[in-house]
């Protein structure tokens, strides 16, 4: 069970392992396995349906209200124009319908209830898996052993208690994902897709027409769709949700950034009207500088694991010292089988290529050329430079575009301070207080 380890930060090495040698290195087997147990099979990337989803705005812009009138209404519940709003809380809700409605052409519901079981389940299967940490190294034997009926037969007696609750949440999202699958089918068949939300370019409407285009066997099967509903809500919600949380975090520690934020938008809406297209929302400079600077700082996901599939010498940009402190290193040799750990939040805050002021929180440099150290480095990120979409596809991606919306939405009319309370809780908790400058805006 031993198995050799090592800690990845440095941007060549990173370049080998997720983009040149892609092929030799693998995602774990145990964490493929438990992606199949609670998931599905086949979940595969949305490059193509992506960037058609990413420019249905209006899915956003309704969104970013909602959020405005949530936080309103919790600021003026004590008559102060000043209220605490639990931020996690809502961007968690924030998350799942961006992606319900954009993503999957599903509203989830998820901004007028607190209470949400697909969402409960949801947050539920990280921390399962990591309870039955002693079954990681045999889980991917496990899941071939006899067929599917046989493997329920066994979990549906078993008298484990994180067995049976990981069961039950899995059985609320597969059914969720089946519900929406089904209700897409059958609007597919009867030609009403495109009244439907995100007018048919949702991700799950646009593999049922490529599917339908395909030869008998090339067609996905109910089951592997079902498992990209799965795979899209699980890959991107809570790393939204954090991305979100975070970078309104930032606003109130920063009131300077805050205060330019807030004139930016509130000039656009000034200049364009209520409702921003995406071609003026992208011309926002600030923004997505306040936007870039919050994922370069705070990444969803802080690290990446890749095992090699065969022996490998990895170069490094930065050479290191052996063992006997005298000779260095410009590359390191990688046995077959060792675990690599990409340091994502290390590599986009390396003082080498960002530079003295790397761990400062600063939207400005984002306004002006960046270190030439950066643009030198093959970082193999799809993001501005950063590894914080390392795993993503080409092109801006869907979360940072929610991201955009959301912090349009809230930075127009708010303030927010530090100084929110609340008590002390086992979940992800993020209190803001929050002020009303303009009723009327």
Not at 3 to 13: I, K, Q, S, Y
Not at 248 to 275: M, N, S
Request: aromatic share 8%; net charge negative; with cysteine.
């Amino acid at each position: 069970m031993q198995e050799n380890r090592l800690w990845v930060a440095d941007p060549r090495a990173m370049h080998v392992i997720l983009q040149k040698a892609y092929d030799h290195f693998h995602e774990p087997p145990s964490v493929l396995a438990w992606l199949q147990i609670t998931l599905g099979n086949n979940i595969v990337s949305t490059a193509g349906s992506k960037h058609k989803v990413q420019r249905k705005m209006p899915v956003f812009t309704e969104i970013a209200y909602q959020v405005e009138d949530i936080i309103a209404r919790k600021a003026w519940e004590n008559e102060s124009n000043s209220g605490v709003v639990d931020v996690a809380s809502w961007m968690s809700n924030v998350s799942l319908e961006s992606i319900g409605q954009a993503g999957m052409g599903h509203r989830f519901g998820a901004m007028e209830k607190d209470q949400i079981e697909f969402l409960q389940a949801l947050h539920q299967l990280l921390p399962l898996i990591n309870r039955m940490w002693y079954l990681h190294p045999f889980i991917a034997t496990l899941i071939k052993l006899g067929p599917t009926s046989f493997r329920r037969f066994v979990v549906d007696h078993l008298p484990f208690g994180p067995a049976q609750a990981l069961k039950n949440s899995t059985d609320v999202v597969d059914h969720t994902a089946n519900t929406i699958y089904k209700k897409k089918k059958s609007a597919f068949g009867n030609g009403t897709l495109d009244s439907e939300i995100a007018a048919g370019n949702d991700v799950v409407s646009m593999l049922l027409k490529q599917s339908e285009t395909l030869s008998g066997e090339e067609q996905m099967t109910e089951e592997e769709i079902v498992a990209q509903v799965n795979g899209l809500v699980f890959a991107g919600h809570d790393t939204t949700s954090s991305a979100l949380a975070r970078t309104l975090h930032f606003l109130t520690q920063y009131p300077d950034v805050q205060d330019q934020l807030r004139k930016e938008v509130q000039e656009a809406h000034r200049q364009h009207g209520k409702d921003l297209d995406y071609d003026q929302l992208n011309s926002l400079q600030y923004l997505d500088a306040v936007c870039r600077e919050s994922l370069r700082l705070a990444a969803p996901v802080k690290r990446i694991q890749r095992v090699a599939g065969a022996d490998w010498n990895l170069p490094l940009q930065h050479p290191v010292k052996a063992k006997d402190g005298r000779t260095e290193l410009s590359s390191i040799h990688v046995p077959k089988g060792t675990h690599n750990y990409l340091s994502i939040g290390a590599i986009n805050q390396d003082k080498e290529l960002w530079g003295e002021d790397a761990l400062e929180f600063k939207p400005s440099r984002w306004l002006q050329p960046l270190p030439n150290s950066l643009s030198e480095s093959k970082i193999p990120g799809v993001y501005s430079n950063t590894m914080t979409f390392s795993g993503g596809t080409s092109g801006m991606p869907m979360g940072d575009e929610e991201i955009i919306w959301v912090a349009t939405g809230v930075a127009k009319p708010y303030a927010r301070g530090k100084d929110g309370e609340i008590d002390v809780a086992r979940k992800p908790v993020l209190p803001l207080k929050v002020t009303v400058l303009d009723r009327s805006n």
